[in-house]
Nanobody
Framework: QVQLVESGGGLVQAGGSLRLSCAPS?????????VGWFRQAPGKEREFVAG????????YYADSVKGRFTISRDNAKGTVYLQMNSLKPEDTAVYYC?????????????????WGQGTQVTVSS
């Protein structure tokens, strides 16, 4: 069974940085048409944060993270990264890696078929 594995979460002060990593087990990440990052804060719905196409040429960002977060992928290593800079307390959430096998520009969580277990990111003020 394919599973996405996230790493890199933790506790950081406001203004700091973290880098999240996502790598699938049991399948090459290169076979996914899109890999994305979502987050879910307590009491809130899961929201799209960033996404990257299979080639890495197309990237998508939520307005709330544009200019602060950067998504990238290293197909040789089979890993997708989310570099998070200038973190704010409102970025605190569980961050999930997700992937889908078909082509679409959808940012809806329901259109991603593979998910990781999530990694906690906490930004203190």
């Amino acid at each position: 069974q394919v599973q996405l594995v996230e790493s890199g979460g933790g506790l950081v002060q406001a203004g700091g940085s973290l880098r999240l990593s996502c790598a699938p087990s049991g399948r090459s990440i290169n076979t996914y048409h899109m890999v994305g990052w979502f987050r879910q804060a307590p009491g809130k719905e899961r929201e799209f944060v960033a996404g990257i196409s299979q080639s890495g040429a197309t990237k998508y960002y939520a307005d709330s993270v544009k200019g602060r977060f950067t998504i990238s992928r290293d197909n040789a290593k089979g890993t997708v990264y989310l570099q998070m800079n200038s973190l704010k307390p409102e970025d605190t959430a569980v961050y999930y890696c997700a992937a889908r096998s078909f082509y679409s520009n959808s940012r809806s969580p329901g259109d991603f078929g593979s998910w990781g277990q999530g990694t906690q990111v906490t930004v203190s003020s």
